[in-house]
């Protein structure tokens, strides 16, 4: 175990604590943008206007709205058995999702920023009983606190690419300091758990992924009636959690698929609805006629776009749609999780950047539960072939919902495994790593 802690570490701690006032400026640049809330400013430098609350508290850090979503499932089980948990994020839409799905017992706070300064404030105030971070939120000035204060350390849902993990091995020294300080990882693939191991983890366990083990996302039932009703007829396909670029694609592929398909509704979700505005510019400059949900708007006959520019309503848009074109993946953001969707019922049409969910896409393309396009412009012929062909769709769908079915597991594994550490609170007491890599 490399104790010492290496220089490119050090020296990584004296920029961070350096830099920190430049965070100042970091953050109201965000917040101009939306992608911080001004009021919670306090919170990125370790501040908080809240006490801890006294029990057993668990820290859980999960980067984005997709992560999250993953480990509501954790969040609720851990809170049930009495924990107090402290979710932090870092995205705007994370702490909006956290707001309205966060159980009783558990609060959100954004992540202080990984310096030294921030950091110490936030560890001083909450005190975390156990802390975990999911998939691949790795930080140097975050690992090396946790560990100084021997604090139980835990990778939720762990992933790892091949690109990471080649540069990961180019600084061996300071990637086995790092993956030193995780008492337990508990990796979603063999081959995940196989590249922390080779990185110097001394506990790894493969429980599965938890992505495939989220819920069928809820729809209001009143209000899809309304919608569908106000469609009636109309043939639809979905354009789901756009990211810049990706509405330019939807809209030129809907503009081709108009032709062959007369009254055809696009109904375009933007990942983060404050693009709203933008993107309704954007569809009303290609001449097309766009109604907002989020405005009350109704669909016409001659609505060509429904913007669903609203939170925690998957459910419905997926339910509108026998086709859905799952956005993130003709853009550099890693894509997102198609197990919602899949159990939804809609037929899955993706791109070729998938990293942030790769061990599930796998299953799915090479099962035929989902369509993988490697050029934008292929968008529109693959929608088509599927708009025409309703049974092909029931089909892809079919082997979509029974392969997530089949793969389900990995929540109660995941809390098995976590018991040790939720019931001892001295880090020395924590269970030993074998003595051979594996598990």
């Known amino acids: 175990m490399a104790d010492r802690r290496p220089f490119l570490i050090s020296i990584y701690r004296g920029l961070a604590r350096a830099l920190t006032p430049v965070f100042n400026i970091l953050f109201w640049s965000r917040s101009r943008k939306g992608k911080e809330i001004a009021s919670r400013r306090g919170e990125r430098f370790g501040h908080s206007a809240l006490a801890r609350p006294s029990g057993h508290l668990v820290w859980i850090h999960a980067a984005s709205v997709g992560e999250t979503m993953s480990i509501l499932p954790v969040v ?4 049930r058995d009495g924990n107090k948990i402290l979710l932090t994020t870092v995205t705007v839409t994370s702490a909006e999702l956290a707001a309205s799905r966060l159980p009783e017992g558990a609060t959100h706070q954004f992540v202080p920023y990984d310096a030294p300064g921030p950091l110490g404030r936030f560890l001083d105030h909450w005190k975390p009983d156990l802390a975990m971070v999911v998939e691949s939120e790795i930080w140097p000035c975050l690992f090396d606190d946790i560990r100084s204060r021997k604090i139980p350390f835990v990778l939720l849902n762990g992933r790892l690419s091949d690109g990471s993990h080649r540069n990961w091995s180019r600084l061996a020294n300071v990637s086995r300091y790092l ?102 510019e954007l569809v009303e400059q290609r001449g097309l006629h766009v109604a907002s949900r989020a405005a009350g708007d109704d669909i016409q006959a001659g609505t060509d776009v429904y913007l669903g520019d609203t939170l925690g309503e998957m459910g419905i848009y997926y339910r509108l749609a026998p086709v859905t074109f799952l956005a993130g993946s003709f853009s550099d953001v890693g894509g997102h999780n198609p197990v919602e969707a899949a159990l939804s019922g809609s037929a899955l049409v993706t791109g070729p950047k998938v990293a942030n969910a790769r061990a599930v896409y796998k299953d799915f393309f090479s099962s035929g539960a989902a369509t993988r396009l490697e050029d934008p412009d292929d968008l529109a012929k693959a929608i088509a072939r599927l708009l025409e062909d309703p049974e092909r769709v029931t089909d892809q769908s079919a082997k979509a919902r029974a392969l997530v079915e089949g793969n389900r597991g990995a929540l109660e594994k995941t809390l098995q495994l976590l018991q040790p ?10 269970p030993e790593a074998p003595n051979e890599q594996g598990s």
Not at 248 to 275: D, K
Request: with cysteine.
């Open 179 to 280: 993956f030193n300080c995780l008492d337990l990882v508990l990796a979603q693939s063999e081959a995940d758990a196989a590249r922390f191991r080779q990185l110097g983890c001394r506990n790894v366990e493969t429980p599965g992924n938890l992505k495939f083990d989220a819920e069928k996302p809820v729809a209001d039932e009143i209000a899809l009636s309304a919608v569908k009703s106000q469609i009636g007829s109309h043939p639809v396909w979905l354009a789901a959690l756009t990211h810049p670029g990706e509405e330019e694609i939807a809209l030129r592929a809907h503009e081709i698929l108009r032709r062959e398909f007369p009254g055809l509704l696009l109904v375009l979700v933007p990942r983060h609805p404050a693009r709203a505005g933008e993107i309704r």
């Open 421 to 430: 550490y939720l019931t001892v609170e001295d880090r020395d007491r924590m």
């Open 76 to 79: 609720d089980a851990l809170a």
